[in-house]
């Protein structure tokens, strides 16, 4: 079984992200999807089905996905039974898929167009998240600038100021699961590896999936803070000085 090899590897930090992820509340019910770009080849035993847009970058890749309903905490407890193999081939127009337990995630547009990009980017990154950060939500209909979004979060503390200064872009709501979406975020990602979706969630890329869980520890946090403070945090937090200091020191 192809998707029992290519799971093997990545086992035990797909579990404990997904695990963090639903102890959080930030994968309630069936909410949130992961995805990782295998380093190797495999070949799924399913069907082929077409792609709506063409991904000739990810030629040959494959992937294992989240499927369509599953459950973080379900996935926590049993990877194989909620993950997804998929290959793309036909010079990108369609993709093989294997799975032991349901359909691909609704966000497979979104994964793939973002995956693409990173190839070409930045190869490195063959980790992406989803999840629904409690905190940040709430920041998002609250705050109706996105600019005002990205200002609050970074003076909030440190890490902030460290990890998400120009590493996090915030657009405005589209339908969940659109290739519109897909595209929007895809074009984010080239400049930044956080992307946040107003009134949905927060996505995440990095080299592995804990790398992209950090991104998202520090954003939520921030915004925490951000709704702590109330209406006094366009007062409060970080100066521009502050901030400055803080690259200074970090060499960042």
């Known amino acids: 079984m192809a998707l029992r ?40 035993i399913g069907e082929r089905f077409p792609l709506n847009i063409p991904r000739p970058e990810l030629e040959g890749h494959s992937l294992l996905l989240t499927t369509s309903g599953s459950r973080m905490r379900d996935l926590a407890e049993n990877p ?83 990890l998400l200064y120009e590493n996090l872009e915030v657009l405005d709501y589209r339908t969940p699961g659109s290739d519109e979406l897909g595209v929007a975020t895809a074009e984010a990602i080239r400049r930044v590896s956080g992307v946040v979706w107003r009134g949905h969630g927060m996505l995440a890329s990095g080299t592995n999936l804990y790398s992209a869980l950090d991104l998202v520890e520090v954003t939520d946090k921030a915004a925490r803070i951000a709704l702590l403070l109330g209406a006094e945090r366009a007062e409060r937090g970080l100066s521009p000085k502050q901030i400055k200091q803080i690259h200074e020191a970090f060499d960042s």
């Open 5 to 44: 090899e290519a799971l093997s590897e990545h086992e035990p930090e797909i579990c404990t992200v997904a695990g963090l992820l639903a102890e959080r509340g930030w994968a309630e019910a069936n909410g949130g999807n992961l995805s990782i770009r295998l380093g190797g080849s495999f070949d799924p």
């Open 80 to 162: 194989l039974e909620n993950l997804c193999l998929v290959r793309i081939v036909d010079s990108g127009r369609s993709f093989l898929a294997e799975s032991a337990g349901g359909k691909l995630t609704s966000e497979f547009p979104s994964h793939l167009a973002v995956h693409a990009v990173l190839c070409k980017e930045r190869p490195d990154h063959r980790a992406f998240l989803h999840t629904h950060p409690t905190f940040l939500i709430a920041l998002t209909h609250l705050a109706p600038d996105n600019s005002e979004i990205l200002d609050t979060l970074v003076r909030m503390f440190p890490e902030a100021a460290l």
